[in-house]
Structures are given as structure tokens and as C-alpha cells.
């Protein structure tokens, strides 16, 4: 199997870009490099760190250049490191990306296979077997790393398992946790973890990161490139997602009923409604949601002035929208009275706010 076809096997990987343990350029995030190296530098590398900030920023890129760094013998006994890179060529690094190198853990819900779909959770087993690592020294007296890739897939066991480990930690370990959103990791992991806050990319790096995926990312027009970045809020992963003029046309649809309200436009949202409600239109209704979510918190920041009970039906609202998604996504239900009440909600929630 090419490095491609195994990238493909990931759960959540995106078609035509490489795996964030292949990813050798990396922008932005200067500050959460320099924590490293400083780390480095004074011998006083903190044993844990939970990685936090949105999808698609770049956390599980950076965790793999401190895993590549810190199992280079040479590299990480440099008293004056100065970054964090380390050649592709290097047999570190061809080991870290073949997920072969025996001081390196990787957490992470299990690939697809042939005969299995991607798992939905890192179970309390294969966490077991992963730290069974850190039971012994290291062949060279090095480092030894854990990433958990993400957080948010441990279930409450695997989580407590992890939790023994870091604790008490022997010599020398280091546990990269990637988290979309760190302020629900188990609190005693918390604790006992440096926590580091990637912000989302700014348009300059992110456009700089489709330029170093090559073809066919560079091919795409830069007017289709502004629209996505219009609506990437600061993600990589969100950005070549919205890479799609029809994509983005649909979301400035959707923009335009919303800003309509208080008064909706009935024929286009029952319109709206009748089309979201086919088999095949899961990614159009996803957007919506996505949409909906960026508008209300867009226009609960405009009005922060007003105070929190004023713009408390709109929190209620949202809230109230985020549980009938679940809802239906669980038992399968019909988008269409889903999408009207929607729209019949926030046009109230928008009067009463107003």
C-alpha cells in the first residue's frame, strides 16, 4: 500500500492531502514552537501538554515535529536548538512516518481496513497496549512519546488508563495531547498537562499552506481561494473543504435568509428545506448547521452590549438547534419540519433580541 493509499485510511482524512505525520512545512504557531525549544534548551521539557485550539490548524502537524525532534538523538541534545525541523530524509523521520519507530506511542481511533470501517473511539485496550512502551527505558536512553490524536476520542476508561501513565511518568516520556476542545478533557488530565492555545492561521499562512500541497490545490483560481478563506475561520482542514464555488455559493444563500430576519423569506426556506431533506444532501445540511452556528455567534459578538438576558434567546435558541441536529442525525428523522422550525425560531429569537 503507497503512503497515500494508507493516508486515505485515516479516519477524517481529507482526499488529497497528506497526513500530518508527512508534513514537513509548517506556518504560523511561532509561539507554540518556541514553548518547545525553550523546553529543550533548559533541559526542562514539561512531560505533558494538551495541544488545544480548533480543527484544522495545524496541533497534529506540530506534534509530529515535537515527536521528530525530541527521538533525534542529535537534535534534541542541541543546547542551542534553534527550530524544530528535522530532514525528511532522516531515518527518524521516515520511522515516525511509517508509525515504526519503537520509542513513538500514537493514540488515535483505529484506520479503516478492508473488511473494517474506521473505529469511533480509542479504546481503553489499545491505550493499554500503547503505554506498554513507557514500561521500559528507551534502547537509547532517549526520549520516549505518546500523541493522542484527539482528546475528544477517549472514552471515560481509556481516558483514566492515560491518566495512570501521566501521573507518574517515568524519565524522560513526553505525551503531545491534540485537543479541538480542551476545556472538555478530563480535568485531572488537564491538571497535570502544560496547556498550549494554537489560534486559528491567519489568511497569509493558510494560503501559504495550499501553496506547499502542490497540484491540484495550486491550480484553483485565487478569487475561489478568497471566497473559502472568507468563511475558513482561520482553519486549513475548512479552507480546502471550501475550496468549491458551489460550496460557497451555497453558504452566502444560506447568509442572505439569515440576515432577512426577522422577516424569512417562506418560499426559499421551505425551498431550502425540500432540498435538504433528499438522501444524498447530508453535506448541504452540515453547512447549514455550520452556517447557522458562525451567524448566530457572529451576531451574539456584534450585540454583546446589550447584555446576556437580551441575547439569551438567541443562546437558546442555538442551543435548541444543536440538540434537534443530534436528534435527527441519531434516529434518522426528517430535515424538512427541522429546517422551517429553524428559521421560524431564530426570526423570533431576532425580534426579541432587537
Request: include cysteine; hydrophobic fraction near 40%.
Amino acid at each position: 500500500m503507497s503512503r497515500d493509499e494508507a493516508d486515505m485510511n485515516e479516519p477524517d482524512q481529507l482526499e488529497g492531502v497528506r497526513h500530518p505525520r508527512h508534513q514537513f512545512a509548517f506556518f504560523g504557531h511561532a509561539e507554540g514552537e518556541a514553548a518547545f525549544i525553550e523546553g529543550l534548551r533548559s533541559g526542562r521539557l514539561h512531560h505533558a501538554w494538551l495541544i488545544g485550539g480548533p480543527q484544522g490548524i495545524g496541533k497534529a502537524t506540530l506534534a509530529y515535529r515535537v515527536a521528530r525532534t525530541v527521538l533525534d538523538p542529535q537534535k534534541n541534545r542541541d543546547s542551542d536548538i534553534q527550530d524544530l525541523d528535522v530532514a525528511p530524509t532522516s531515518s527518524v523521520a521516515r520511522q515516525v512516518a511509517a508509525l515504526s519507530h519503537p520509542n513513538l506511542a500514537i493514540l488515535r481511533r483505529a484506520p479503516a481496513t478492508d473488511k473494517k470501517g474506521a473505529s469511533t473511539t480509542i479504546p481503553v485496550d489499545a491505550v493499554r497496549k500503547a503505554l506498554g512502551m513507557f514500561g521500559s527505558t528507551a534502547a537509547d536512553g532517549g526520549y520516549r512519546v505518546c500523541i493522542v490524536d484527539s482528546a475528544e476520542d477517549l472514552t471515560i476508561s481509556s481516558a483514566n488508563a492515560l491518566l495512570k501513565v501521566i501521573e507518574e511518568p517515568p524519565p524522560r516520556s513526553l505525551f503531545l495531547i491534540v485537543s479541538h476542545a480542551p476545556q472538555r478533557v478530563l480535568p485531572t488530565i488537564r491538571s497535570r498537562c502544560r496547556r498550549l492555545l494554537l489560534r486559528p492561521l491567519a489568511d497569509q499562512d493558510i494560503r501559504s499552506v495550499i501553496t506547499s500541497l502542490g497540484s491540484p490545490w495550486t491550480e484553483i483560481s485565487d478569487d475561489v481561494v478568497d471566497q473559502a478563506l472568507r468563511y475558513s475561520e482561520g482553519s486549513v482542514r475548512r479552507s480546502l473543504e471550501l475550496l468549491d464555488e458551489e460550496k460557497v455559493a451555497f453558504i452566502e444563500h444560506i447568509n442572505r435568509l439569515l440576515e432577512g430576519l426577522p422577516r424569512a423569506d417562506s418560499k426559499q426556506v421551505l425551498a431550502l428545506a425540500e432540498s435538504l431533506a433528499k438522501r444524498d444532501a447530508g453535506e448541504n445540511f452540515d453547512l447549514t448547521l455550520e452556517t447557522v452556528q458562525r451567524w448566530v455567534t457572529g451576531r451574539l459578538h456584534q450585540h454583546a452590549s446589550l447584555g446576556a438576558s437580551r441575547l439569551a434567546p438567541l443562546v437558546e435558541v442555538c442551543d435548541k438547534i444543536a440538540r434537534s441536529a443530534r436528534e435527527i442525525d441519531v434516529f434518522n428523522l426528517d430535515r424538512r419540519p427541522f429546517i422551517l422550525t429553524l428559521f421560524d425560531d431564530l426570526a423570533d429569537a431576532v425580534r426579541r433580541t432587537a
